[in-house]
């Protein structure tokens, strides 16, 4: 016991190495991790009546005015094979995750503050637990859009087993994308609300809720697939209930944006993380 | 065989800059900076400050306000980087600063106990096997899975000075948390600290009772605008201190 807690060990000299510590910590904080999800999906079920069903809820009532308003619009025969009621769920549960995702991740860390202020912890862990966070929600959200596919004889294909792959992409860009905000955010108020526009803005000239055809050969559909979110969910489409295969490209942009967002984010926040620290 | 000490704080300084201008967004960052009205102002919060603290020694730190003394805290606690110089802190440490911050009201008092547990930095396992002994200490056990935000706020605090207090720390450091509470629970907490001390940890306390630092410590600081005015025994240096007024 003695021998093991005289290892622990803080020298201010030994300098964080740029991204190996950031990921040793992701790993070495597992536990802590666990522990801070558990403790975001208790507090919020907690405080609902409802509990765990609003998550589900929530999502199905913006769809379902979504769908009142758009089904004769974009709903019109010829352009979808699938529901349109299934493509929108699909596009709305993709997005949100999205959106409330890098959010959470951009604000964990200020929101912690009173812990940081007092203990030493990574707060790049308070980042990724808020990511872990969102995705779990994302995957209870799924349950009303399996139920939807089935009432409606769209079925579940078996490429179902592969959407853990954009669930866990997805969740590695949120991560970077809220460090990202959170080097800010420290700095200036103001960033979150930007973030938050800006977030909601990339999620508009996604396809949610409209199709692809209403831009088809303007200028407008290239700012669309440009959108690394829209390889997120064209992918999600296609494996979750076997919507049109997307082309290739999509799937190196998916992978890729993952992989440059992360790593960037962790980058930029650990270059900044001391100055973070007075910050707060 | 030569020991060193857990805690080596060396010529350490702390500067940090803040924006006279109070500029909180982009937006009037943008505009300050096109009209170059940025106004920034280095604060130097501690200013080569040089000491270290052995094993089973209580180290008193004192100052008025603002002078660096829980900056020092943080800066031995890991919360801040220094700037300059370099701090040593050798063992597990256990910061009682502000206890209980990250216990949530909607958590039961098991949960917040292993939340909190982790924050400070401990192993989840170990703290699940160690709930009936905190819980019992801080004589909540009836409401162990109830959610805390029922707790009264002396039961919160005796929760959490149970949950810091669980362990044997090499490094204590404390900051006025012995203030809290009713006076049966002060002399309990009074009776968990000496007896951490008396485990052979090295105690760093900042008090503004110099009855309590006389009592307690054995060495001590007197910090003055983030510099040493004073270092040396506890008696002589909280004289010094309480003559300057």
Known sequence: MTAAQSTVYYDSDLRRRPLVAEFQNFWRYRGLIRL??????????????????????????????????????????????????IYLTAGILLSTYFSQGVIAAGSAIVNSRNILIKMYIPPEIFSLAASVAAASHFVLSLIPLFILQLVLGQGIPWTVVLVPIPAILMLMFITGAGLLIASAAVYYRDVLDISRVVTQLLNYLIPTFWTLDFVEGTAVELIVKANPVYSYLVIFRWWVYGGDRPPNWTIAVMFGSAVVVLVLGVYVFSRNWRRVAVRL | MIVSPPIEVLDVSLRYRVDRSNVGTIKEAAFRTLRRQQKMESIQALDGVTFSVNKGEIFGVVGPNGAGKSTLMKVIARVLPPTDGRVLVRGQVAPMIELGSGMNPELTARENIILYGALLGRDPRLIRERVSA??????????????????????????????????????????????????????????RMNELIAGGAAVVIVSHSIPLLRELSTRALWLDHGQIKMLGAAAEVLDGYEASG
């Open chain 2, 134 to 191: 905190i819980v019992e200490w801080a004589g909540v056990e009836e409401f162990v899975d109830v959610p805390t935000r029922t707790f009264s706020s002396g039961m919160m605090a005796r929760l959490a000075f149970s949950v810091a207090t669980d362990i044997d720390p090499e490094v204590l450091v404390v900051d006025e948390v012995l203030s809290v509470g009713d006076k049966a629970f002060r002399a309990k907490s009074q009776l």
């Open chain 1, 36 to 85: 801070l999800v558990a403790r975001d999906l208790t507090v919020r079920y907690k405080r609902s009546v409802l509990g765990v069903w609003w998550t589900i809820l929530n999502p199905m009532l913006t769809i379902g005015v979504l769908w009142i308003v758009f089904s004769n619009i974009f709903g019109r025969g010829g352009v979808l094979d699938e529901p349109y009621v």
